[in-house]
Every structure is written in C-alpha cells, then in structure tokens.
C-alpha cells in the first residue's frame, strides 16, 4: 500500500488567510514540457519614449501634460474605475437584488521616469523612494473620512493587461474593504483574537524552521512560497516583525522592503530569462478602524508556468471549482531559491 | 446633487450565490474604444484532422486509438488531476499547514467526432447526447462512494487555456466539495432552509418581472445575465422549474437544455462574428446527500471585452481585491437579446 506523499498525490491545500483550498496535482507536472526552452530577446527600449503617455513631459490620454518628474510621479487615473464624486446610495430589494454605491479614487503610480527600467533594474535607493511614495499615499488616502481601504497594486507585463511598459503602478483606494482583504481580515484578527499574536508571525516561525519554501530574506523581511501558494510561481513578501501597515516601518525597514523587492523581481527575471510577467499588490490594514491582527504583507502573482510563453490558465476547472495548480509550491521554491543563490554572486547595482 | 445611477455610477453588486461582491464601474465603458472592429476570418478546419489526439481512430498523447466514434465519446484524461488511486492522508499541523489527500477522476468528454464543430454549429439533437452523456457521467461518478461533486465544464478557445479546437469538454469528479460549489450550497441551503423556495426560483421570478437580464428562453430554461455578472458577456442558464441536478430532468427539460445551450453558444458568435470563446460549467447538487436548496444552472464566462482580440483582465486589483467590469450587466443583456432576436430570425439548423 503506497502511503500519501505531498510531492505525489493529488491534494487540497488550506490557505489560512482566505479560508479556501488551493488543489495541488504534483504528478501533472510529469506531462511533456511542451512549452519553448529558447531565450527571449529582450525587447528595445527607449529610456525616454515621445509616444509614451507616462514618460516626463509627454501629453497624456487626456489633455494633460506630464511634469518633468524626476523619480517617482503620481497623478489621478484618467479612466478611473472609481470616482470621489460618486453620490452615496444603495439599495436592497431583498437578499437577492442588493447594490451599494463605491466612492473611491484611482490614481497611477510612475516609479522612474526612465521609460526602459522595471523595478527589477531599479536601483534599491530609487525602488526605496518608490515605497515612500507609497507610504505616503497610504496615509493621505486612508485619512479621508470615506476610504476604508488603499489598495497599492502592479499589472506588470502585457499578459496581465499591463499595455504601456512604462515602470508603474496603480493605487485604488475606496469606501468598501475588497472581497479578499475581507477574508484576510477575518482570518487574521481571529487568529489574533484567540492567540495574541498574528498568523503571518506564526506561520513564518514554521517556515523558518522549516526553511523549505523560504527564497530569500534580509533583516525585515522574509519572501516565500506560501504553502498554499496558486499561481506556479506566485511568492510573498512578509515582514519579519508583526506590523499592520506601511505607516508603522522604520527607515530601516523601508530600505530593507526596498532590497527584497528587488530581489524578488530580479530573481524572477531569471526564471525564464525574460523580463517576468506578474500582478503585485500589497496587504496592510484597512483604514477605518484598529486590526491588531493585520499582519503587513506583499503578493506576488506571475501567470506564467512552463516557458515565457505557456501561461497558467486558470479557467473552467478553477472558475466553477477550485483553484489548481501543478508543480507543487516546494519545487518552485527551490527552484527560486537556486537562482537566488546565483544572484547573490553578481554584483549589486 | 445628482442622485446615485446604476447605469453611470460606481457601485458594489451582491452575489447571493457566492456572498461575493463585483465592482461595476459603468463610466469606464466611455473610455475610446481602441479595440478591433474588423470582421475575423474563421480559421479552416477539417472535418477530420490526421493531426487531431481527438478525432475518431487516431493516437491519443498515450499509446491509445480511439475508437471510430459517431457522436460522444468520452475518455480518462491521460494527463489527469486527479486519480481514483491516490491513497487516503491527511495532516492538519494547525491551523497553518492543513492539507488533504484528494481522490477524484477526470474525463474528456469529446462532444463529436467532426473536428470542425462546436456546440453553437451541432445540431440540437446531437447536443442532446451530450446531455445524456453529462447525465450518465454524472450518474455513474456521482454513485461512487468516495465522489462528492461532479464537475463538468468546457474551456473554448485558446484563449481560455484550450489547445485543441475538436469539440469537447472535462468532467472533473472528486472527493471533496470544490470552493464555488461549497460557496453556493452554503447560500442556497441557507435561503431554502429559511424560505422554503429555492434563490434561484425567487431570483428567475424577479428577472421574468424586470425582463431587462433575461436574453432567451424556452419552456424549461431562461438564459439571463445575472445581476452580479463578473465577466462582460457572462450568462447563465437556469431552470424554469426547481430542481437540483441532471437526474431529476424529464426528457422534454433534456431536448429544450440542448435548445438553450445552442441558444447560448450561437448568440456568443455573433457578439464579434467569431466563434467566441468561454469557460463553461454545469452547477448541481453534490452527489455526497440531499440538497434541497440546490437549483440546478449553467455558468458561462466569457473572457472578451471589446472585441476578438481585447479580453477583460482580470488582474492586480482583481486579484488583490475585488473582481471588477466595465459595461453594465444590462448593456451586456441588451446586446446579447438584440443578437438573438436577430438569430431567431434565421433558418435553425
Ligand atoms: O486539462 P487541460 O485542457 O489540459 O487544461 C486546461 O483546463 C484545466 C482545467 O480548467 C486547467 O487546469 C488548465 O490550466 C487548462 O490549460
Ligand atoms: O487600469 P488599467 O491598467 O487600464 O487596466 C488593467 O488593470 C485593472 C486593475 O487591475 C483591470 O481592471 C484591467 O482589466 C486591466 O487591463
């Protein structure tokens, strides 16, 4: 009788922060590597670019001409999908027909005004400004009387709907608290409740001691593979010290967010030799009230599984069921944490 | 002041089904329609492809032929996600580290041997055996005592994750209860064990009242947009009359099921004039007890936005927050009920 192994058998991982399983298939990862093997030459860019609406001094979608910002530069999202001016209402027919109107701001975030760098190429001390900036927004955002929740965000890459390669990305602030920072919220300060101390602390204990899904880590800051990870390569920032939002870092701690960001991208970058495909966003504290539980923390969802070219489809299994994945999260580890080690080795920037 | 609009204003959508929420951002459909307009030229394909893993007598990705089928023919997936031989197991460290071995059966359920096809071009009375062959399936997986949900579901198109153009669909059968499905017998047992009417019937009546989501129906099914839509050309397919799954429909509810799927499938063609991809899935009772609540439907998501070659991402926010769309389920419900009325119009096959 053969008996359950995790690198085996087919299984349902929990995800403590959501409350859903994640379905794991590890033998699938045994199917023909069909995918391309080639490098991808790096595409051109301009480090200044006269037809790109974000680059210094350029006009964009609207009538609006860029400043000539010199590292980080925000502006309001000229197709916002959320609206400061939108008038309160709602209704609730019954439990089945229920609406509710969503103040919000969306604004973009420019992280350099050179057209050809990701955060990956960013040097640590302008990926460190790039994080005051967005600390700061955290905290003019979150102070507004109808904000309840900052969500800071990146669509990197055309496959994840990203058309303008310019380094940025996105702020969506609004008057609800999201679906999946809901879930978070309700795991967390549970957890918190019942055992005084934050889950991602807890967690990361056991990853440490573990040490089997941990990538890289600095002095404040730990990246990982969660256990019940779902996109192929899909990690996590969590900070090594229980805090709930960028307002509470220490400069220390914003450079060290800085530093692992980058080493989170650029080890990325090596998977597949190419500039890698991915939607960040950061999970902090909704700003309408006190979370003790919350536990600061920075998702990182690339799409792609076998090749810079063969993506991840999360469709009809994943959409009407459960989300599934293949290789299993200790096997992208380890594999991360291999080209991390070789990182190291070069020179920093 | 202006007063809220559902039509022009940001807002939060319920779905009772889920207890999830969608950010519908109506003002962002004004953004310049930078999509492709230009008709899309069909792709010409065999009627039986030498090439095709799928086609009647050829060689499948393993060692086997396949038979000389003359309509469905249905197959053990031979890269499956899961297995009826994974052994029993399970660990719950904590809270933190829970995992659970899971046993299931996966089938490709090709849906005819003429390559060329797809629902929207079969004939209804072939759609009908693939009905009887869902029906069967779901008969035969849902007996065993280790299965406890069936899912059958299509991806369509590259796009959504599909490399072979033959008809077909999956049906994933397994041991636990998939998140979606857990999500919607949670809402629906709950709405049925306080009403004693089913969410859906109630729902389908409010929608028969309003006629603004509905698109199509026939004697035993309503194809609408619901309410909550996430995709842009979402639907589902419901049944007039309450019941919870494929055993429990008459043979007339059969013949008009294959009516409104090809309904459904040849309306979803002419949105772009190309054959227009989705994922698809049948939501039914768990096969593991009695569900009175459940209300059996047809889920349909769509991927594209604005034309054949601009899709809806669902990315940074969409992930980190709260899945999100543009145009109004009732502008989707609108264009979808013009194309039919169209339709109609046209000789059936
Ligand atoms: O089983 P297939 O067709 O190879 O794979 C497709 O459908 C599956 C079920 O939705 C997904 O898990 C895969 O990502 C997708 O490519
Ligand atoms: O706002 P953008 O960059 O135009 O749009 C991109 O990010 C948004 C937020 O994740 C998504 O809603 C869009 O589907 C995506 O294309």
Redesign the pocket.
């Known amino acids: 009788m053969t008996t359950f192994d995790l690198a085996e058998h087919p299984h349902l991982r929990y995800n403590p922060l959501t409350g859903e399983n994640v379905l794991v298939s590890p033998h699938r990862a045994k199917r023909p590597w069909q995918g391309q093997q080639e490098e991808t030459a790096a595409e051109q860019k301009l480090s200044h670019d006269p037809n790109c609406y974000l680059c210094a001094g350029n006009k964009r979608m609207g009538e609006e001409i860029n400043p000539d910002y010199e590292d980080v530069f925000i502006f309001q999202n000229d197709f916002a999908a959320l609206q400061d001016t939108t008038p309160e209402g709602s209704y609730e027919e019954d439990e089945l027909i229920r609406v509710k109107a969503e103040r919000g701001i969306c604004r973009v975030v420019c992280f350099s005004p050179r057209h050809d760098l990701t955060l990956a190429e960013m040097e640590v001390s302008l990926i460190r400004k790039v994080i005051d900036a967005w600390q700061e927004q955290y905290i003019e955002l979150g102070a507004k009387d109808y904000i309840s929740y900052v969500q800071i965000f990146e669509n990197k890459g055309a496959i994840m709907g990203c058309s303008n390669p310019h380094p940025h990305g996105q702020i969506w602030a609004q008057s609800s608290i999201p679906s999946e920072v809901a879930k978070e919220t309700f795991t967390q300060e549970k957890y918190f409740a019942e055992k005084g101390k934050s889950l991602l602390s807890d967690y990361l204990k056991k990853e440490q001691k573990l040490h089997e899904r941990i990538v890289a880590s600095n002095d404040s800051f730990t990246l990982l593979v969660p256990f019940w990870a779902v996109w192929p390569f899909e990690t996590m920032i969590v900070s090594n010290r229980h805090f709930g939002n960028m307002t509470e870092m220490t400069d220390a701690e914003k450079d060290d967010f800085a530093a692992i960001i980058k080493t989170a991208t650029s080890v990325y970058d090596k998977v597949f030799d190419i500039s890698f495909p991915y939607s960040s966003g950061i999970h902090q504290t909704p700003t309408d009230g006190a979370y003790p539980g919350w536990h600061f923390h920075m998702h990182f969802y690339p799409p792609l599984?076998r090749s810079a070219s063969v993506k991840?489809?999360?469709?009809?299994?994943?959409?009407m069921g459960n989300p599934?994945r293949d290789i299993t999260p200790e096997v992208s580890a380890r594999m991360l944490r291999e080209l991390y080690e070789n990182t190291k080795e070069e020179p920093v920037l």
Do not use: N
Not at 312 to 319: A, C, H, I, T
């Open positions: 599984l991840k489809f999360m469709v009809g299994y994943e959409l599934q």
